[in-house]
């Protein structure tokens, strides 16, 4: 997905589509869609009408949601975290996505 800073010297050097608006990835019989969310994101859910999990960051404020067939993940930022935060990040492992800050510690983490 094409972030804030992509350019179009970004996307012509890239092997993979940054410019689509959703990628979707199917793992453990779970839909997992990443987008850069400043089209797609909790606060505009009505417009992304899928069930499943939708991973972002364009907000870059670190949190878990849950709004009937959807979960909304921010993985809030590496760089220029926003609201006090330290820098985060999100790892999924084992049907398990944990948003963590840079010293490792555990900010939130949901099951799925």
């Given amino acids: 997905m094409m ?13 993979f589509p940054i410019c689509s608006g959703v990628s979707l990835i199917n793992t453990d019989g779970l839909d997992i869609y990443i987008t850069h969310g400043n089209e797609y994101s909790f606060e505009k859910n009505r417009k992304f009408n899928h069930k499943g999990i939708l ?8 949190f878990i949601k849950k709004d009937k067939d959807m979960i909304y993940i921010n993985v809030g930022s590496i760089s ?7 820098p985060t990040y999100a790892i999924y492992e084992n049907k398990t996505i944990t948003i963590y800050d840079i010293n490792d510690n ?7």
């Fill in 55 to 62: 991973v972002y960051g364009h907000e870059h404020i670190p």
């Fill in 3 to 15: 972030g804030n800073c992509d350019s179009t010297v970004d996307i012509k050097a890239s092997d």
């Fill in 80 to 86: 220029l975290p926003r609201n006090n935060y330290a």
């Fill in 106 to 112: 555990i900010i939130e983490n949901i099951n799925l």
